[in-house]
């Protein structure tokens, strides 16, 4: 492959991490931690928008790039 292919998609694939990692921490927050250490009501808007933040640009990349 072409150094720019690899190069777009390792940063894709970046970002694709944005949007799975949030997602993967609010899970975690709410099955797996006691209500003393979960994330404060405002730390799941920032989480929640931080994984719509990232997926509009995968999924930007993903119809730019494909479609």
């Known amino acids: 492959t072409q150094p720019h292919v ?3 998609m390792s940063g894709a694939f970046g970002t694709l991490q944005g949007v799975v990692f949030p997602i993967g921490m609010l899970g975690i927050n ?4 006691p209500k003393s250490f979960r994330l404060k ?5 920032v989480m929640a928008f931080a994984a719509v ?3 509009f640009f ?3 990349f ?4 494909f479609f």
Request: charge should be neutral; proline fraction near 0%; aromatic fraction near 28%.
């Open 53 to 55: 933040f990232y997926a």
């Open 30 to 33: 709410y099955t797996l931690l």
């Open 62 to 65: 993903v119809v730019t790039r």
């Open 6 to 8: 690899m190069a777009l």
């Open 41 to 45: 009501a405002w730390e799941v808007v």
């Open 58 to 60: 995968f999924f930007n």
